[in-house]
C-alpha cells in the first residue's frame, strides 16, 4: 500500500522522478473509455488561479470578527498599520512561492519545496500532520461557521441548534467532496462564482464607508494612533492575527501541474490576487470605521452585521448568506487544492498508492479527494476541534518557513536551475524569519498547547520509519493491502496515472 521510495535525489526540479515497481494493472482499459491519457489536465487558468487564492484567503473572519488585530494594538492607527504590513508581508510569502512554483513545476505546495530541498522525512511528517489532524481540523472550522450562518435566517429569534449545524455541515462538506470528485472544471467555475460573490460583499461594506468619509464621518480616525497602548505581548499576537488573515495565498502552488503557462500565470496570479486581498481588507477595516467606534467594535459579535443594520437596514439580512458562501468558497479552494498534496505525496511513495489514482473518466483524483471526508467526518461530530488547531496553529508556519528557506538553500545548492521569475534574495530571508517568528510566538503565547502540538508533529518520525523505511512486512500484510488497493480501484474506478512529462 506504501511502496517502497527510491534513493533521494534532487535533479531538475522533480524529486523522484522514476515511477515504482509494483503499481497494479489497470483494471479498465482506458484508452478505450477515454481517448487521450488518463492525467490531470491542465484546467487551471489565470482566472481560476485568482480565485484559488482569493476564494480561499478570504473567508468568515473579516466579516464577522475582524477585531483581534484591533484588541492587540489598542488604536486604529496601529491596528490599520498591522492589516497593511501583513499584507504586504504575506505578499513577499508568495513571490517566494511564486518562484518555488515556476522552477519546480509540481504539485504538492509546501510538501514537494520541502522533499525538493531538505529530504523525505521532513516532507513525510509535513503531509502526516496534515492528513491526520490539519486539513481534517481546518475543513470541520470553517464548514461549521458555512452551517452556522447558512441557517441564522432561519433562526433568527432565537438560538441555532448545534445538532442542526452539525447536520447541514456535514452535507456541505459531503456535496464539496462530490463537487471535486466529479469534475476539475466544475469545482473550479463554482470558485470562481463564489469568489465573486466574496468581493461583491466586501464591496457592499467598502462603498457604503466611502460614502461615509466623503460625508465627514472621521471622527474615529482623529488622533488614530492614541488609545490603548499596544504591550510587548500584545503587538505580536496582532501580528498573529493579521498574518493569519492572509494565510491562504500558497495554494495554488498545491495544483502547478494543472496550471496553464504556470511560468506566466502563477506569479500573476499570486500578485493580482495579494493585491486584491490587501487593499479590500485594508478598506473594509476603514468603512467599519467610518460606522462603529472601537469600542462598538471590539463588543460586536458579527462586524459586517453590525454595520449593515446601521448602513443598509433590512439588507442587512443578506450578510449572513453572504458570509456562508465565502465559507463554501474556502472550503472548496482548501479541498481542491489540498487533495493534490495527498496525490503527489502518494506518487512519491509517502501516502497509499490508490492515493495517486486517477478516475478514468472523470479524470479527477478521486481518492485524494475523498480521503478527508471520514476523517472530517469523525472530527466534526466527536473532537474538540478548536483546541486540535490551536495545538497545530505553529505547524503551518514552520513548514512554511522551511519551504522558503529551502528556496535559499537551492540558490546556493543548484545555481543553474531554470528560474523563470526570481526574486530578489532579501525577500525569502525576511519572510523565513517571518515565519520562525511566527513559531517563536505560538510557543511564547501559548506554551503548553504548542509543546502538545509539537509533539503531535514528532508522532510523524516513528510512522516515516515504519510506513516507509521498515521494507520487511509480513507477507499477509503485504496481501491484505493490495488487496484492498484493487478493490477500491475497481469500486472507484481509478488507475495510475500514465506517465507524462512535466515540464
Known sequence: MFRKMTVPTVSDGSYLEEQSNGRLVSVHNTKAVQGDKVVLKKKVTFLRGVSIIIGTIIGAGIFISPKGILENTGSVGMSLTIWTVCGILSLFGALCYAELGTSIKKSGGHYTYILEAFGPLPAFVRVWVELLIIRPAATSVISLAFGRYILEPLFMQCEIPDLAVKLITAVAITLVMV????????SARIQIFLTFCKLVAILIIIVPGVMQLIKGETQNFKDAFVGNAASVKG???????????YSGWFYLNFVTEEVENPEKNIPLAICTSM??????????????FTTISPEDLLMSKAVAVTFSERLLGSFSLAVPIFVALSCFGSMNGG????????????????LPEILSMIHVRKHTPLPAVIVLHPLTMIMLFTSDIYSLLNFLSFARWLFIGLAVAGMIYLRYKRPDMPRPFKVPLFIPALFSFTCLFMVALSLYADPVNTGIGF??????????????????????FRRILDWITSSLQIILEVVPEEDKEIS
Open 335 to 350: 479541498i481542491f487544492a489540498v487533495s493534490r498534496m495527498f496525490y503527489v505525496a502518494s506518487r512519491e511513495g509517502h
Open 275 to 288: 493585491v486584491i486581498v490587501t487593499v479590500g481588507y485594508v478598506l473594509t477595516n476603514v468603512a467599519y
Open 455 to 476: 509533539a503531535i508533529t514528532l508522532t510523524g518520525v516513528p510512522a516515516y520509519y515504519l510506513f516507509i523505511i521498515w521494507d520487511k512486512k509480513p507477507r499477509w
Open 179 to 186: 463537487l471535486n470528485s466529479m469534475s476539475v472544471s466544475w
Open 235 to 245: 503587538l505580536p499576537l496582532a501580528f498573529y492575527s493579521g498574518m493569519y488573515a
